[in-house]
């Protein structure tokens, strides 16, 4: 969590700065705050309580300029959202510091540096990092050295990027395990947590590794690795657009991200699928024989990302007769996995710098799988990095919090993990991959059309606006998109969701169905739907409130107490994962406007979770 920005140039970077900000808002956004400085003046800092634009009206009343600076939007986790909590942090001697992470130690280092007299004046982890550069700099005299020796008494996580006056034309920045990335131009450089942030100014960038420190100057970058060596990172040139990452037309990144689904899955889908066949290539140098020699599949990922993978379960055991396991990478990085033989690791993740499944990864490594799959949405993220093979989703930037075109595709590059396992493995002839391709080369279609229910569901949503509580139901591969539904609601809407796998109800939740709580359920016509009908019998007799999202030929009928949402027709079983997902978020989104809530910034919430 947490998004860092800083610049160095000649002209005056705030605006650089401010601008950077508002695109990472999405890492964190309980309090945001910027230091710059130029040659011959001292560090000027400014830090406020709540979003960007709050620290933009601060600036205004006393405006001032800088020729380098840090910036810094905050999603706390050691200390209460303030202004004396929130980044950049000082020590003495004009040297200013934004982080992003978590420092382990941070207790043992505030009491050294306390007993060397050093005051603080905030309850950040962060705090112990500027004092303790400022401690090697009255030795080193020199910036980078005094980083570099600090970092490598730090536990945990962190990208920083610090200034001091002593040397007003240097930014140090560091990395571990949390992303750092600089933009490259003509007389300027630039720092961030992603390239979003850089957009307006530059296309090119560089990634630092893991452990690399460098110093950043106007006209020059110099890499060095953990050892202190200096080293050369590849340039990149970006393919996004600066209003890639913004709104448009639309009252909110999230209703723009919805409707972007079905270019996103045709774009992920491209290329992959070429005429009636899937190119195993795809997935990487390696991934055919990897697929080959897979027996089984260990799934490890977070939130919604989990959900996608829950939903790949299903199909991974049914269409290639295959054992897999779904985990949630918490739990899974402090279990002690027992690894079947020949287990291909796969994580699912949008931003691929989620820390538990970046760390179940890691983990995974000396575990003895047979290789890492990694299915993500963003090209140089560590997660994709650190993989064997690597699946890109092309979602474009996601800046809603709650995730919503990174699903769908995540669920599209899914499905074609599944063909490509079940046919590596003789689970699936031509015709039945020809079949299965056909039907997924539909979906943006499909999609398409399930969009056009939009002003149904606005209806729709009125009636959930005053509830406090609601239920999601759905069975077999639909079970974790009924989990999705609710975990839309309950994330953006603040009304409590909770989903079942529809048999569940009668074990115990169906006590809290009475007339006052709605009872969401997606109901495609697959093998399970007579047994899904029965389900929805038992909410009935108990006078749950029902609303039923239903393929036209499922026999589901609008009755007293049920509302039946017809969705397209003819959904297939792979099919239908994705395109019920769609009115599920439309629902959600549409409860949230009623409700007047921050739909694109939930509280609480963040969209990168770069901690544990
Ligand atoms: O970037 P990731 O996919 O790894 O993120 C995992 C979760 O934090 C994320 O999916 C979260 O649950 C979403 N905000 C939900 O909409």
């Known amino acids: 969590m947490c998004g860092i920005v800083a610049a160095v140039s000649s002209r005056d970077i705030l605006p650089v700065l401010i601008e950077g900000l508002k695109r990472l808002e999405y890492r964190g956004y309980d309090s945001a705050g910027v230091a710059t400085l130029t040659r011959g003046s001292p560090v000027r800092r400014v830090r406020a309580v709540g979003k960007v634009a709050a620290l933009q009206a601060a600036i ?32 003495q001697d004009g040297i200013a510091l934004v982080h992003n992470g978590i420092i382990e130690n941070h207790d043992a280092l505030r009491a050294e540096l306390l007993q060397s007299g050093y005051v603080f004046t905030s309850e950040t982890d962060t705090e112990v990092i500027a004092h303790r550069i400022h401690q090697h700099l009255l030795v080193t005299r020199d910036l980078l050295a005094a980083v570099q020796l600090t970092v490598r008494e730090l536990h945990g996580a962190y990208a920083l990027a610090v200034l001091t006056e002593a040397e007003p034309d240097t930014l140090v920045v560091a990395r571990s395990g949390c992303p750092v990335v600089i933009g490259l131009s003509d007389g300027e450089n630039f720092v961030a947590s992603d390239v979003s942030a850089l957009l307006p100014v530059t296309k090119q960038f560089m990634y630092l590794d893991e452990g690399d420190v460098a110093a950043v100057h106007k006209n020059s970058v110099v890499i060095y690795d953990s050892a202190g060596k200096p080293v050369l990172r590849k340039t990149h040139q970006s393919a996004l657009s600066a209003e890639s990452a913004e709104k448009g037309d639309y009252a909110h990144y999230m209703l723009k991200e919805i409707h972007e689904q079905p270019r996103a899955i045709a774009q992920t889908l491209e290329e992959r699928v070429v005429g009636a066949r899937l190119l195993e290539a795809a997935f990487g140098p390696g991934a055919i024989e990897m697929l080959q020699r897979t027996e089984a599949v260990q799934i490890v990922a977070c939130g919604t990302s989990w959900h996608a993978g829950s939903v790949a379960r299903y199909f991974i055991e049914q269409v290639c007769r295959l054992p897999c396991w779904i985990d949630i990478a918490s739990e899974f990085r402090y ?30 490594k000396s575990a003895g799988y047979l290789a890492s799959l990694a299915i993500c949405n963003v090209p140089e993220s560590s997660l994709v990095r650190e993989s064997d093979l690597v699946m890109l989703t092309r979602a474009g930037p996601e800046i809603g919090v709650a995730s919503t075109k990174a699903f769908t595709t995540q669920l599209a590059a899914l499905n074609m993990l599944v063909i490509a396992l079940g046919k590596q493995r003789g689970a699936i002839d031509q015709t039945r991959e020809r079949h299965l391709v056909e039907r997924l080369i539909e979906i943006p279609r499909l999609v398409e059309e399930t969009l056009k229910l939009e002003p149904v569901i606005r209806e729709l949503a009125k009636r959930f606006v005053d509830k406090r509580h609601a239920l999601f139901l759905g069975r077999g591969a639909l079970s974790p998109i009924a989990m999705e539904g609710a975990l839309k609601l309950k994330e953006i809407t603040y009304i409590h969701a909770e989903a079942y796998a529809a048999g569940e109800l009668k074990h115990g939740p169906l006590a809290l169905v009475d007339a006052d709580m709605p009872v969401v359920t997606v109901a495609p016509n697959n093998d399970l739907l007579e047994k899904l009908k029965s389900n929805l019998q038992e909410v009935r007799a108990r006078g749950g409130e029902l609303y039923v999202f239903a393929d036209p030929e499922s026999g589901i009928v609008e009755s007293d107490g049920v509302t039946v949402i017809q969705m397209p027709k003819h959904v297939s079983y792979f099919q239908a994962p994705i395109v019920y997902t769609i009115p599920l978020q439309l629902l959600a989104y549409h409860v949230a406007v009623m409700r007047d809530t921050d739909v694109d910034q939930p509280r609480n919430l963040a969209k990168s979770v770069t901690v544990e």
């Open 60 to 91: 205004s009343a006393d405006p001032f300029v800088g020729t380098i600076g840090i910036a810094h939007t905050r999603w706390a986790t050691h200390g209460v959202p303030s202004e004396r909590n929130a980044h950049p942090h000082v020590s």
């Open 335 to 364: 279990r002690d996995p027992v690894v079947p033989k020949n287990t291909l690791f796969v994580t699912i993740s949008q931003s691929g710098e989620t820390a538990d499944t970046l760390a179940a990864l890691r983990l995974a």
